[in-house]
């Protein structure tokens, strides 16, 4: 505080002091105590607002836990979310890798181009795009159908379609933390390790996976806050039967006009969120200043 | 077991150009070898693939009379001393040591002993529990010996190991790696463009330019008796004049240079009529009796005092510089700065090499 007060002078200080205490009261602290407030409060006609009925109770949240279709879906949202983290990583730990170590400087750079154009676009646009290649009669059945490998067009809507759109749309997020930090070991330690005779899985758990770990942990926990929050995946790439938690919470606040309740299971989704975090810096030994880096 | 490393013809291309060209040598069981060169001469790239980092363009590795073709680094009895010395820095010191082992399945109680017994030989007991952030410079590089010896090669490679080591630890580390040598009696092979570590440690040196093997000899020999140009230039200090062969006769040759006709021993590309250049070391000039019949004429530019000896910088009439190592103890008729000197030297301690077209 004081080196600010130096740098910048008591006014400027001052100034930025206060935008961030907007940022931090108005913007992040407020909605939230409100979507409390809103979870724990019954869903009342306009004219029972304030009266006697309108107090705080935990119904909201019982209704959850004793809803057994609601229930389900928040619970296969959480492994389905952890399916999609895992099956990023499985998919970007050898091209980080390959892109940081092994790769030479003109081949790594348009590898990364080819990545990073596609985000150039909306997701919601990127995600349709897997929607017309995903339609039954669309192309990969079109072209699976010609190389014989199907014999009727499958249906991929569904589980399977939700996790491809959504690791496409998230591999950025797994694949930049882990490329960073894979690039800062140094190319010696890979060579040492080979020439004492380690095979290049004892290379990766021993060497490479210890030294990258702060990477991988940050790229997992943003996979899977963003998966367990997606709704544009599910909601193209889903079948009835591959609802997402998100899509229940859409549905209270603008088809079922429940308010209290939709804030109650985004409640939940935010406990779930911040748990899962906690728990991936935990297991990984790693602390949260190491993952804002 | 005749040689511990042979190298058949060794060619290594990058594309057009050649990192090594045609080199064979071979290293002996137990022996301290090293490749001297200045930076760019090929000799990593010769390690590289004595480790099996890279394959030759053209030629044959063998280790122990075995063909090392299409074998990786992790299956050839060598281990490599990087040099960053690339110790895992999340690892306590006896993982380090014992990776090797560990990569071989060796359970890990036997690991451990395994790790003590090297932080004995490296005269550290008790530091398998640090931390290698906790290390100075030279018990890094000592952990990183004791890493490499951990798997018993046959051929222990060094890459440049000590140029990250302050002056006096450099010096001490060099006593340090031959004692081990010779303890385990492992062969080494070191690369440096050091020459005077090249020269303290080896029992002999290969000396490389520009991708081509100049010569392998033992230190003393490269020293007095250079085979090519580049070898009396690089390895230590040296005189340079430029002549003519006048005749040759008992091994003896004598030039018509500038500063008339001077006498030396006779090596390589010598003949009667050709170009050649006669090397003399500083320390084999003296100042010359006044009646001397050839001498090289200078005026005294300065006198560096250096303790044991003194450095007497010169030019002679020709613009050419002329360096002089005088012993102290006669330091007190040296001539001052500004006065012409005349100095002369036995034709014993000189040599005269043949100058190839296009060489100065």
Same mark, same amino acid.
């Given at each position: 505080? #004081?080196?600010?007060?130096?740098?910048? #002078?008591?006014?400027?200080?001052?100034?930025?002091?206060?935008?961030?205490?907007?940022?931090?009261?108005?913007? &992040?602290?407020?909605?939230?105590?409100?979507?409390?407030?809103?979870?724990?409060?019954?869903?009342?006609?306009?004219?029972?607002?304030?009266?006697? /009925?309108?107090?705080?109770?935990?119904?909201?949240?019982?209704?959850?836990?004793?809803?057994?279709?609601?229930?389900?879906?928040?619970?296969?949202?959480? =492994?389905?979310?952890?399916?999609?983290?895992?099956?990023?990583?499985?998919?970007?730990?050898?091209?980080?890798?390959?892109?940081?170590?092994?790769?030479?400087?003109?081949?790594?750079?348009?590898?990364?181009?080819? /990545?990073?154009?596609?985000? =150039?676009?909306?997701?919601?646009?990127?995600?349709?795009?897997?929607?017309?290649?995903?339609?039954?009669? #669309?192309?990969?059945?079109?072209?699976?159908?010609?190389?014989?490998?199907?014999?009727?067009?499958?249906?991929? %809507?569904?589980?399977?379609?939700?996790?491809?759109?959504? &690791? %496409?749309?998230?591999?950025?997020?797994?694949?930049?933390?882990?490329?960073?930090?894979?690039?800062?070991?140094?190319?010696?330690?890979?060579?040492?390790?080979?020439?004492?005779?380690?095979?290049?899985?004892?290379?990766?758990?021993?060497?490479?996976?210890?030294?990258?770990?702060?990477?991988?942990?940050?790229?997992?926990?943003?996979?899977?806050?963003?998966?367990?929050?997606?709704?544009?995946?599910?909601?193209?790439?889903?079948?009835?039967?591959?609802?997402?938690?998100?899509?229940?919470?859409?549905?209270?606040?603008?088809?079922?006009?429940? =308010?209290?309740?939709?804030?109650? %299971?985004?409640?939940? /989704?935010?406990?779930?969120?911040?748990?899962?975090?906690?728990?991936?810096?935990?297991?990984?030994?790693?602390?949260?200043?190491?993952?804002?880096? | 077991?005749?040689?511990?490393?042979?190298? @058949?013809?060794?060619?290594?291309?990058?594309?057009?150009?050649?990192?090594?060209?045609?080199?064979?040598?071979?290293?002996?069981?137990?022996?301290?070898?090293?490749?001297?060169?200045?930076?760019?001469?090929?000799?990593?790239?010769?390690?590289?693939?004595?480790?099996?980092?890279?394959?030759?363009?053209?030629?044959?590795?063998?280790?122990?009379?075995?063909?090392?073709?299409?074998?990786?680094?992790?299956?050839?009895?060598?281990?490599?001393?990087?040099?960053?010395?690339?110790?895992?820095?999340?690892?306590?010191?006896?993982?380090?040591?014992?990776?090797?082992?560990?990569?071989?399945?060796?359970?890990?109680?036997?690991?451990?002993?395994?790790?003590?017994?090297?932080?004995?030989?490296?005269?550290?007991?008790?530091?398998?529990?640090?931390?290698?952030?906790?290390?100075?410079?030279?018990?890094?590089?000592?952990?990183?010996?004791?890493?490499?010896?951990?798997?018993?090669?046959?051929?222990?490679?060094?890459?440049?190991?000590?140029?990250?080591?302050?002056?006096?630890?450099?010096?001490?580390?060099?006593? @340090?790696?031959?004692?081990?040598?010779?303890?385990?009696?492992?062969?080494?092979?070191?690369?440096?463009?050091?020459?005077?570590?090249?020269?303290?440690?080896?029992?002999?040196?290969?000396?490389?330019?520009?991708?081509?093997?100049?010569?392998?000899?033992?230190?003393?020999?490269?020293?007095?008796?250079?085979?090519?140009?580049?070898?009396?230039?690089?390895?230590?200090?040296?005189?340079?004049?430029?002549?003519?062969?006048?005749?040759?006769?008992?091994?003896?040759?004598?030039?018509?240079?500038?500063?008339?006709?001077?006498?030396?021993?006779?090596?390589?590309?010598?003949?009667?009529?050709?170009?050649?250049?006669?090397?003399?070391? $500083?320390?084999?000039?003296?100042?010359?009796?006044?009646?001397?019949?050839?001498?090289?004429?200078?005026?005294?530019?300065?006198?560096?005092?250096?303790?044991?000896?003194?450095?007497?910088?010169?030019?002679?009439?020709?613009?050419?510089?002329?360096?002089?190592?005088?012993?102290?103890?006669?330091?007190?008729?040296? $001539?001052?700065?500004?006065?012409?000197?005349?100095?002369?030297?036995?034709?014993?301690?000189?040599?005269?090499?043949?100058?190839? $077209?296009? @060489?100065?």
């Amino acid at each position: 505080m #004081g080196a600010l007060t130096a740098r910048f #002078g008591a006014g400027l200080t001052g100034f930025f002091v206060l935008l961030v205490g907007f940022w931090l009261a108005g913007l &992040v602290l407020a909605p939230n105590l409100m979507m409390i407030d809103f979870a724990l409060r019954p869903n009342l006609l306009p004219a029972d607002v304030g009266g006697p /009925l309108d107090v705080y109770s935990l119904d909201n949240l019982a209704y959850l836990a004793n809803e057994p279709v609601h229930r389900d879906i928040f619970l296969k949202t959480v =492994w389905a979310s952890a399916l999609v983290m895992l099956a990023t990583f499985v998919v970007c730990y050898p091209l980080a890798y390959w892109l940081a170590q092994t790769a030479s400087p003109s081949a790594a750079s348009l590898v990364m181009l080819a /990545l990073i154009i596609p985000f =150039w676009i909306n997701e919601v646009l990127r995600t349709l795009a897997w929607y017309i290649l995903f339609a039954f009669r #669309g192309p990969l059945n079109a072209l699976l159908l010609n190389l014989g490998i199907l014999d009727e067009p499958m249906r991929w %809507y569904g589980d399977g379609g939700v996790l491809v759109g959504m &690791v %496409y749309a998230y591999i950025l997020f797994m694949l930049f933390p882990i490329y960073n930090s894979i690039e800062s070991l140094e190319k010696a330690q890979v060579e040492a390790a080979r020439d004492l005779g380690a095979s290049t899985w004892r290379i990766h758990t021993r060497i490479v996976i210890p030294h990258a770990k702060a990477g991988i942990a940050t790229g997992c926990v943003f996979t899977f806050m963003l998966a367990a929050g997606s709704y544009v995946a599910p909601a193209l790439l889903g079948a009835p039967g591959s609802r997402w938690f998100t899509q229940i919470i859409y549905n209270w606040f603008f088809e079922g006009g429940d =308010w209290n309740r939709g804030a109650a %299971y985004a409640l939940v /989704l935010l406990v779930l969120c911040l748990a899962v975090v906690l728990l991936t810096l935990r297991l990984f030994r790693v602390s949260l200043t190491d993952v804002a880096k | 077991m005749s040689h511990s490393v042979a190298l @058949e013809r060794i060619t290594m291309a990058f594309g057009a150009t050649k990192a090594v060209d045609d080199v064979s040598f071979t290293v002996e069981p137990g022996e301290f070898f090293s490749i001297l060169g200045p930076s760019g001469c090929g000799k990593t790239t010769i390690l590289r693939m004595v480790a099996g980092f890279l394959a030759p363009s053209m030629g044959r590795v063998l280790i122990g009379d075995r063909d090392m073709g299409g074998l990786g680094p992790n299956q050839r009895p060598t281990a490599m001393i990087f040099q960053s010395l690339a110790l895992f820095p999340l690892m306590p010191v006896w993982e380090n040591i014992a990776f090797g082992l560990e990569a071989r399945g060796v359970p890990k109680a036997e690991r451990r002993r395994r790790a003590e017994e090297l932080l004995e030989l490296i005269a550290l007991p008790g530091y398998g529990d640090r931390k290698i952030a906790e290390l100075s410079g030279g018990q890094k590089q000592r952990v990183a010996i004791a890493r490499a010896l951990a798997v018993e090669p046959q051929v222990l490679l060094l890459d440049e190991p000590l140029s990250a080591l302050d002056l006096k630890l450099r010096q001490h580390m060099r006593a @340090e790696l031959r004692a081990i040598q010779k303890r385990t009696g492992v062969t080494f092979l070191y690369i440096t463009h050091d020459q005077s570590e090249a020269l303290a440690m080896s029992d002999r040196v290969a000396v490389m330019s520009a991708g081509v093997l100049q010569q392998v000899a033992a230190p003393r020999t490269l020293y007095e008796d250079p085979a090519t140009p580049f070898v009396a230039r690089f390895v230590g200090e040296t005189n340079a004049i430029a002549g003519r062969v006048a005749h040759v006769a008992d091994g003896i040759a004598a030039l018509d240079t500038a500063h008339g006709r001077l006498s030396a021993r006779a090596g390589a590309g010598v003949e009667q009529g050709c170009p050649a250049t006669l090397y003399v070391r $500083p320390e084999a000039l003296g100042i010359a009796a006044a009646d001397a019949p050839s001498a090289l004429g200078a005026r005294v530019e300065r006198l560096d005092f250096e303790g044991a000896f003194g450095l007497l910088h010169a030019v002679a009439a020709d613009g050419a510089p002329v360096l002089a190592a005088l012993p102290s103890t006669a330091l007190g008729a040296a $001539p001052a700065p500004g006065e012409d000197v005349r100095f002369a030297f036995a034709p014993r301690d000189a040599v005269a090499l043949g100058t190839a $077209p296009g @060489e100065a």
